[in-house]
């Protein structure tokens, strides 16, 4: 299974294997890693699941849609490198991927 | 009281023709009897057509979870404008509509609500937690013990309008003006209450924007400050706004930050009266509070709807909504339906996912304010149970005449001396 490595806002790190098909949101959720809320449940309509998304990976997670572009606009914190992980589908090709948190989901 | 919705099956919201269902009807809120209706519309018709109300006039029913956040998401067909009527199931006459980004769409929406939302961003949040705090602080102490007050004259009132009061930065002395124009904004003619008509509500609307028109005047010439006076002000996308713009985002502003969480502030004392258990479980483990606030929010849906306007013809669900169709998402079913929300009749203060509810609303609107409105709630309740062993109700709440904004004029408790 591919290892997925969510960085908390304090430094703190979590390497997670998550299934291929999941969503990185669904990875954190189900593990327990602290700091991404996912209040819509995956509906990309909270963003509320808001990553930064390491540069060297931003490419190989695809490119946000309407809605994704939408709901980030609402986001505190956005960045270019932001995305919401519960529209980031897992799989060997995100091997390694690094996402970090935001201070707050909001 | 708010006792969970006990299935009675002779109960009239069961026996009525599916077509008489009227789960909009101020009335039974205001009796505390509106949950049966919206669980017989999720049982039986989950999109539902109302074909009259004397009130409203006719308007859609939308009673499920997934439902709602499809009406949601698609902004395009469900249009929130306040040209088609806005965002509650009342429209206003069509000369007295107000704009107001809620009830707009994109792309002005958007530019308007990013001018405001940087007052509930994190850095602004950890400097208003202080503030809160002292005054939650404050406010509680000064209560009597063992004997009776009105927990929303006393508690959820003054902390609710202080808060608003810092957001705008408004003359501290003058702020019961603040709750008293987020009242007469909500409140309908039909209460009996203090708004008497529609021209009666123009006339403290002419108030409200006068005063407001005087803050704007000294800040729109001082530096930008975090204020949602001077932010407006500034902004690139609101320093152009007609007066009657300004108005209505002023309005949106001050009912948002204050009637609800208010009613969540005076819910959860209720809520918590009614379910000992979950208040002992919530007294022995404290780290609670936060999934405890949030349970508070849906229990209490303090809006209990959100109305859209379909801009064409569109086959939902199997159902034909037409072109200038009302569409009201009811959140208050929805934080019941047990396809998402496991026991959702049920006040627990440990669910494993309390954030799911939909009390926020979901999408583009999503709640401005949520973050700011679970501290406020997570503090009060943190020095609560810091102070008293209960509050206990000693009384019927007094619910509000409206299907919009759930809550309560009065709730009578005492502190055990």
Redesign the interface.
């Known amino acids: 299974m591919p290892t997925i490595t969510y960085i908390e806002f304090n430094g703190t790190s979590h390497s997670i294997e998550v299934e291929n098909g999941l969503s990185v949101m669904e990875g954190a959720v189900n593990n327990n890693v602290p700091g991404i809320?996912?209040?819509?449940?995956g509906?990309?309509?909270?963003?509320?699941c808001h990553v930064f998304v390491d540069d060297a990976w931003l490419a190989k997670c695809g490119t946000p849609d309407t809605?994704e572009k939408?709901?980030l606009?609402?986001a505190?914190?956005a960045q270019e490198n932001s995305r919401l992980a519960c529209q980031i589908t897992v799989s060997d090709a995100l091997d390694g991927l690094v996402v970090r948190m935001p201070?707050?989901q909001? | 009281m708010n006792a969970p919705v006990n299935y009675d099956p002779s109960h009239e919201a069961w026996t009525m023709p599916l077509d008489q269902v009227d789960p909009a009807n101020p009335a039974r809120f205001m009796a505390g009897a509106e949950l049966p209706y919206l669980a017989r519309l999720r049982r039986d018709a989950p999109i539902h057509y109302t074909q009259q109300n004397t009130m409203f006039g006719p308007y859609w029913s939308i009673c499920n979870y997934n439902d709602i956040m499809q009406v949601e998401l698609n902004t395009q067909v469900f249009s929130s404008s306040w040209a088609h009527g806005g965002i509650s199931v009342r429209d206003r006459p069509k000369e007295l509509r107000i704009p107001m980004f809620i009830a707009m769409d994109p792309p002005v929406h958007d530019d308007q609500r990013k001018v405001v939302q940087p007052i509930v961003a994190p850095f602004n949040l950890a400097k208003f937690e202080a503030l809160i705090r002292e005054r939650t602080t404050m406010v509680l102490d000064s209560l009597p013990r063992g004997e009776t007050f009105d927990w929303v004259e006393k508690v959820s009132i003054p902390l609710t309008t202080m808060m608003l009061a810092s957001l705008f930065d408004f003359p501290f002395e003058d702020r019961a003006l603040l709750s008293h124009w987020s009242d007469c904004s909500t409140m309908p003619v039909e209460a009996n209450g203090f708004i008497k008509s529609e021209e009666h509500r123009e006339q403290v609307f002419g108030e409200l924007l006068a005063y407001f028109t005087k803050l704007w005047n000294e800040r729109v010439n001082e530096p930008a400050r975090p204020d949602l006076v001077s932010m407006l002000a500034h902004g690139e996308a609101t320093k152009n706004m007609t007066p009657r713009e300004y108005l209505g985002n002023l309005i949106l502003l001050i009912v948002g930050g204050n009637d609800t969480t208010r009613n969540s502030m005076s819910g959860g004392v209720l809520f918590m009266h009614q379910n000992p258990g979950e208040f002992a479980k919530l007294r022995a483990n404290p780290k609670l509070v936060d999934s405890a606030v949030s349970e508070i929010i849906r229990y209490q849906t303090p809006l209990a709807h959100m109305r859209r306007t379909a801009t064409q013809d569109i086959d939902f669900n199997g159902h034909k909504i037409r072109e200038g169709d009302k569409v009201v998402m009811w959140y208050l079913s929805a934080n019941r339906d047990g396809t998402v929300i496991e026991d959702p009749d049920a006040f627990i203060v440990d669910r494993k996912r309390p954030r799911q509810h939909i009390s926020f609303g979901f999408g583009i609107h999503r709640c401005v304010g949520n973050r700011l409105a679970e501290l406020q709630l997570k503090i009060l309740w943190e020095q609560l149970l810091a102070r008293f062993p209960k509050v206990e109700v000693v009384g019927e709440p007094k619910r509000v005449f409206s299907s919009f904004v759930r809550g309560y004029s009065s709730l009578p408790v005492r502190i055990p001396a």
């Open positions: 809320d996912a209040d819509c449940g509906s990309c309509a909270c963003a509320t809605q939408s709901m606009g609402f505190a914190t201070e707050a909001h």
